[in-house]
């Protein structure tokens, strides 16, 4: 397996207590295929893809499991093997293009720069390195653009620029968080379809975290639901949109408006809001909100935490059988 | 940038003008007279009447200011005294000498003081709140921001005296602090000066590491910071070209103006140690109404003020390449 995350756990301390940011949270990603990871703001997406990388402060988080990459263990790796892997191997791009790239350094500075680090090359085969990868995510006039500083792309643009630098060096695994969440929706398209395209070419593996089940729906292979820092269901992308089978992800399916959904019918949103990762509820972590939350028997879902099941496969963490799911199914 | 550099040019020229306008008749509401400081302990009417004329006072004060001003550029011939040529600031009665000679005395004395303490206070005030930021809350961090609060609460006089007193009169472990010139004696000018350069950089130094610390701070957490991590940038590079970078600004902002303040003359600096430089001529021209070498004091103290302002717009733009030069 390419990238194998088993029962990941980050603490981080604060003031107010321990916050379980990701709890005992697995989940495995192919060479060349997609990941979506959804789950509203909180569920431990972006603390997950940041544990991974390795960008967590020591001095504030605790963080516990197995991060398996290409068959070398990644969590307590030391710092400069970490720095080495970080931007060759693994590299990651995220939500604001804008804030995410120095306002201080040409365009093509920035990329040149992670080539000649991971590589060693000289400054001038760096640059046309970096002119190279502006001109593949499509920057039209890429010698010219390059020398461009950030605040003089358009957002799209500037988003296909972190793009370039992260894949400048054809890393093995690209976490992309929250990509197209911060540009115009025609150009999230672009941005998706960029990705998609790159991944052809190269067989980057990607770990898509997103909000917006439509872009899981299109750009992913695999999803990985997620709920105050744990997995609630796993699948492919057909298996969790088409039939899924926790009252989560039934409440995120029924949240999104289609085109195909009679304007009449309304939208069910999730009831509640998502815990506090201070004071996870007990059981089910959901359970606050869930609507049937008495079908598997009084208690069950406020005592044991449910795990993934079956634990390959399409698998999610409910007490519900499989005859009551199909029943209260929306 | 060149419309930059005209523009400025002439709102510098204005703003000095104004300046030195406003020094020249608020110094005529004074109630002292300058012939009568100029003209001795013993001064016949006649004399005084002499003096008056000689040093332009018998005419109004519009004329007066324009005659100094015409001087500056043109030069000005002192009845009974000889010419002054340009660029003339004037004669001082009280030093019996042109006050641009003054000056020009005085100003190196001044300027080395400044740039010296000035290296000091820059790079330890930097280099501690660049530390104090990356070990946030750590004993570093406490003892920074301690020696921080009580540097910026002394004074120099306090300091300074207590210095002189253990260093260099009992310890003798320092020179008695005085000017050489840097053309002279290298060795001796900063020896001469490394007292004063460091007791002026302790007041100034605890400014630097707070406002490098907090801004650092921010800047650590910045998200391009983290994309530099992101991307395996080692730790050195991404504070150095990464985080400090947005932390120049206002560092560059705070040390242009106490670089124009200083230059002005460090008063309470030059009298606890003696030295002549521009500061202290300026008490001593307020003390004897001597108004030609307070005005150039003045004009010294502005200028330095108004230049460095020009210097650190320009150098924002070559920080940050979002600023437009206008």
């Not at chain 1, 020398?147 to 695994?173: K, N, W």
């Not at chain 2, 280099?127 to 020696?147: C, E, H, M, N, Y």
Request: contains cysteine.
């Amino acid at each position: 397996m390419f990238l194998h995350v088993n029962d990941l756990t980050v603490d981080f301390a604060t003031e107010d207590g321990v916050v379980h940011a990701v709890d005992e949270l697995s989940f495995e990603v192919e060479r060349g295929s997609t990941l979506g990871v959804v789950g509203e703001s909180g569920s431990g997406k972006s603390v997950t893809s940041l544990a991974v990388l390795g960008l967590h402060d020591p001095r504030t988080s605790t963080i516990s499991g197995s991060v398996l990459f290409e068959g070398k263990e990644l969590l307590g790796a030391p710092r400069t093997a970490m720095e080495r892997l970080r931007g060759d191997r693994i590299a990651m791009i995220f939500q604001d293009p804008l804030t995410s790239l120095s306002p201080y350094h040409t365009v093509g500075a920035q990329i040149a720069e992670v080539y000649r680090r991971h590589r060693g090359t000289s400054r001038s085969a760096a640059w046309e390195r970096a002119i190279q990868m502006l001109d593949r995510v499509g920057i039209p006039q890429p010698k010219a653009r390059a020398e461009d500083y950030p605040h003089q792309f358009s957002g799209g643009m500037r988003q296909r620029a972190t793009i370039a630098m992260a894949l400048v060096c054809d890393p093995g695994l690209l976490i992309a968080d929250e990509p197209t969440t911060a540009l115009d929706v025609t150009v999230q398209a672009q941005i998706l379809d960029l990705l998609r395209e790159l991944q052809e070419q190269s067989g980057t593996a990607i770990i898509l975290i997103t909000h917006d089940l439509g872009v899981v729906a299109t750009a992913a292979h695999d999803v990985l639901v997620m709920y105050a820092g744990r997995a609630v269901e796993r699948g492919t992308v057909r298996e969790v949109l088409h039939e899924p089978r926790h009252p989560y992800t039934w409440g995120l399916l029924g949240s999104m408006p289609t085109l195909r959904r009679p304007v009449t019918e309304e939208l069910r949103p999730v009831r509640g809001a998502p815990p506090s990762l201070l004071n996870v509820p007990k059981g089910c972590p959901f359970h606050p909100r869930c609507d049937f939350v008495e079908l598997p028997g009084p208690r069950v879902c406020t005592g044991e935490r449910p795990e993934l099941s079956p634990p390959r496969g399409h698998g999610d963490a409910c007490y519900l059988t499989m005859k009551q799911k199909r029943e209260v199914a929306p | 940038m060149l419309r930059f550099a005209v523009r400025r040019t002439i709102a510098t020229a204005i703003t000095l003008v104004t300046i030195s306008a406003v020094t020249f008749f608020l110094f005529f509401a004074l109630p002292s007279d300058p012939a009568l400081l100029a003209c001795g302990k013993v001064c016949p009417p006649e004399l005084l009447a002499l003096v008056r004329r000689n040093l332009g006072l018998d005419q109004p004060v519009m004329a007066q200011f324009v005659a100094w001003l015409a001087g500056i550029f043109a030069g000005r011939d002192y009845p009974g005294l000889g010419y002054c040529p340009a660029p003339c600031l004037g004669y001082s009665f009280v030093n019996r000498a042109p006050v641009f000679e003054t000056i020009m005395d005085r100003l190196p004395v001044t300027l080395s003081l400044t740039i010296g303490a000035a290296v000091i206070f820059l790079t330890f005030g930097v280099a501690t709140g660049i530390l104090a930021a990356l070990r946030q809350g750590r004993p570093l961090d406490k003892v920074a921001s301690v020696a921080s609060l009580v540097g910026a609460s002394v004074q120099i006089y306090f300091v300074g005296t207590l210095a002189l007193y253990f260093l260099v009169y009992q310890g003798k472990l320092l020179p008695s602090p005085s000017y050489v010139p840097l053309t002279e004696n290298p060795l001796g000018w900063a020896t001469g000066l490394l007292l004063p350069w460091v007791v002026l950089a302790i007041i100034f130094t605890a400014n630097y590491t707070r406002m490098t610390r907090s801004t650092m701070v921010e800047n650590l957490s910045e998200d391009y910071v983290r994309t530099a991590r992101a991307k395996g940038m080692p730790a050195r590079t991404v504070i150095l070209r990464f985080a400090l970078r947005g932390t120049l600004i206002p560092i560059v902002t705070i040390f242009g103006v106490d670089l124009g303040t200083l230059i002005g003359g460090a008063i309470i600096t030059e009298t606890t140690f003696g030295l002549q430089g521009i500061g202290r001529l300026s008490v001593r021209a307020v003390t004897y109404s001597d108004l030609p070498t307070l005005m150039a004091t003045v004009l010294v103290a502005a200028g330095a003020i108004v230049v460095m302002n020009a210097v650190v717009d320009a150098l924002y733009a070559v920080i940050d390449p979002r600023v437009r030069l206008t």
